[in-house]
């Protein structure tokens, strides 16, 4: 059983991974690689890692807001920020879809497929930042009237061997695919 220490360490470890790939796909968006590698396969690596990781990110989510909407009743505010964080994990699962669809695309035809993955990028990453950059934990006033932290950490564990694994994997596939001038460094 893993220990709530461990599950923060993992989950902050896999935040910073996620940010860090994000900002990475990014800059290789931006033209900021300094070789004249192809960027297709570390913007497919980036993809499959940003799919994995907010597909876990979604379904803690949509756990999260399974789990307050019948506690919070009628108060009108937790039920908006309720629904809000519904709403932006719809628009986020919308937006990676979108971006994996142009990934799709840019794969079968790697000419005339670029411009579109790229242009699809640029939503992403604009999105990502008007988005998830701004919401910082936002119903954790609710979670704490309901949840101890050891609850809320024992109902919120989704860290299994093999996702543990499976991060570690596609987050070594973009550093080994990341060209020259692309760091995949963050820290908070």
């Not at 079968?108 to 919401?135: L, P």
């Not at 596939?173 to 020259?180: D, G, H, L, R, S």
Request: hydrophobic share 35%; proline share 4%.
């Amino acid at each position: 059983m893993i220990t709530m220490e461990e599950m923060q360490t993992l989950r902050q470890t896999e935040r910073r991974h996620m940010i860090g790939v994000k900002n990475a796909f990014a800059a290789g968006l931006d033209g900021a690689a300094q070789e004249s590698k192809p960027l297709f396969p570390f913007y497919k690596a980036c993809i499959d890692y940003l799919k994995f990781s907010l597909g876990r990110f979604h379904a803690q989510g949509r756990g999260n807001t399974d789990r307050l909407r019948p506690l919070v009743g009628d108060n009108p505010n937790d039920l908006k920020i309720v629904s809000d964080i519904q709403s932006m994990l719809d628009k986020s699962e919308t937006e990676i879809a979108a971006l994996s669809d142009a990934m799709d695309r840019f794969e079968e035809d790697q000419n005339s497929g670029q411009s579109a993955f790229q242009d699809a990028g640029a939503r992403y990453i604009s999105f990502y930042g008007s988005t998830f950059v701004r919401r910082k934990d936002p119903a954790q006033h609710i979670i704490a009237r309901h949840f101890s932290d050891e609850e809320y950490w024992r109902l919120t564990n989704d860290f299994t061997k093999t996702s543990i694994e499976t991060e570690q994997r596609l987050y070594d596939a973009v550093k080994t695919a990341a060209p020259t001038g692309i760091s995949l460094d963050w820290k908070p």
